[in-house]
């Protein structure tokens, strides 16, 4: 091989593996797509006269970083003709400690989302900094721009989000969010599921066609949200069982009825209410977040 054998190679590039994938799944919004991200990239490694590479790390970063904006583009076509909601594939940090041990926000499923009306130039100088640390300079190296450029992409980048999210509240509050809400939606409460909420809360249920009676519509705003979670409690909530999983960073719960998984679900909040309630019922992209619950189980 160009530069040193096999074993060297693979060995270099396992060490930068995961911060790869990590930057490709934030981009993508897809366990999938990211891993076909990381494999290309891997191909192309193998391939290259690495005698050339001054720094390893960087220029797989680099690499994986292009690969993944070529790739944004041609999902957002894709994500053109998708039915109703598009909401990112969970992905279990509680198995992967490494994805979410940088800056963790980034990783959120709410965040994800808003990343989605970015450029993919922008996104990926938000994903290089706020979720890897990347000093603009660097930045600028990957996204073949001037440090200037780069400054400019991420302030626009910050202000988009800025605009549609305020700071969400910490991991252990988000936990009790999520717990209170499960309580107050699986006895179908009106006025428990009122209080939790943020007076512009919204739902978004992402069954991507193939789910009956999956909303093709998100529901935003106090009432309509919590008379919509009422509405279905007592069909959707019979004979589930109901596993907590940390995923995207955040606690979240698999509903599974008689063994095979019906929803993934979790919450976001600004100071003390409910703002974003994430319903993932795709059959292909809870494929993966269930195997990893079955495989936690005892």
Same mark, same amino acid.
């Given at each position: 091989?160009?530069?040193g054998?096999?074993?060297?190679?693979?060995?270099?590039?396992?060490?930068?593996?995961?911060r790869?994938?990590?930057i490709?799944?934030?981009?993508?919004?897809?366990?999938?797509?990211?891993?076909?991200i990381?494999?290309?990239?891997?191909?192309?490694?193998q391939g %290259?006269?690495r005698?050339?590479?001054?720094?390893a790390?960087?220029f797989?970063?680099?690499?994986?970083?292009?690969?993944?904006? #070529?790739?944004? %583009?041609?999902?957002?076509?894709?994500?053109?003709?998708?039915?109703?909601?598009?909401?990112?594939?969970p992905?279990?940090t509680?198995?992967?400690?490494a994805?979410?041990?940088?800056?963790g926000?980034?990783?959120?499923?709410?965040v994800?989302?808003?990343?989605?009306?970015?450029?993919?130039?922008?996104?990926?100088a938000?994903?290089?900094r706020?979720?890897? =640390?990347?000093?603009?300079?660097?930045?600028?190296?990957?996204?073949?721009?001037?440090?200037? #450029?780069a400054?400019?992409?991420?302030?626009?980048?910050?202000?988009?989000?800025a605009?549609q999210?305020q700071?969400?509240?910490?991991?252990?509050?988000?936990?009790?969010l999520?717990a209170?809400?499960? =309580?107050?939606?699986?006895?179908?409460d009106l006025a428990?599921?009122?209080?939790?909420?943020?007076?512009?809360?919204?739902?978004?249920?992402?069954g991507?066609?193939?789910?009956?009676g999956?909303?093709r519509?998100?529901?935003?705003g106090r009432?309509?949200?919590a008379?919509?979670?009422?509405?279905f409690?007592?069909r959707?909530?019979a004979?589930?069982?109901?596993?907590?999983?940390?995923? #995207?960073?955040?606690?979240?719960?698999?509903?599974?009825?008689?063994?095979?998984?019906?929803?993934?679900?979790?919450?976001?909040g600004t100071g003390d209410a409910i703002?974003r309630?994430?319903?993932?019922? #795709?059959?292909?992209k809870?494929?993966?977040?269930?195997?990893?619950?079955?495989?936690?189980a005892p």
């Open positions: 091989m160009p530069g054998g096999l074993t060297q190679v693979a060995d270099e590039f396992a060490q930068v593996r995961p790869l994938f990590g490709a799944y934030r981009m993508l919004g897809s366990i999938a797509d990211a891993e076909d990381v494999q290309d990239a891997w191909v192309k490694w %290259q006269d005698a050339s590479v001054r720094d790390t960087g797989l970063v680099t690499m994986t970083t292009r690969l993944a904006i #070529n790739a944004t %583009q041609t999902a957002r076509v894709r994500r053109e003709t998708y039915v109703g909601p598009w909401l990112p594939e992905v279990d509680s198995a992967d400690p994805l979410g041990a940088e800056r926000e980034a990783l959120e499923s709410a994800l989302v808003l990343l989605e009306k970015l450029t993919p130039t922008e996104r990926a938000f994903v290089l706020e979720a890897f =640390d990347y000093p603009y300079d660097r930045i600028a190296e990957v996204l073949h721009t001037g440090e200037s #450029n400054r400019k992409l991420l302030s626009r980048a910050r202000q988009a989000v605009a999210r700071r969400s509240v910490d991991a252990t509050h988000q936990r009790r999520l209170a809400f499960l =309580d107050a939606a699986r006895g179908g428990e599921l009122e209080s939790l909420f943020a007076a512009d809360v919204a739902s978004y249920t992402d991507g066609g193939a789910v009956r999956a909303s519509i998100p529901v935003f009432v309509r949200v008379k919509y979670v009422a509405a409690a007592t959707f909530w004979d589930v069982r109901v596993d907590w999983i940390d995923a #995207n960073g955040r606690s979240s719960v698999l509903v599974s009825r008689h063994g095979a998984p019906v929803a993934w679900l979790t919450v976001s703002d309630i994430h319903w993932v019922m #795709n059959p292909v809870l494929e993966r977040i269930a195997a990893a619950v079955r495989a936690d």
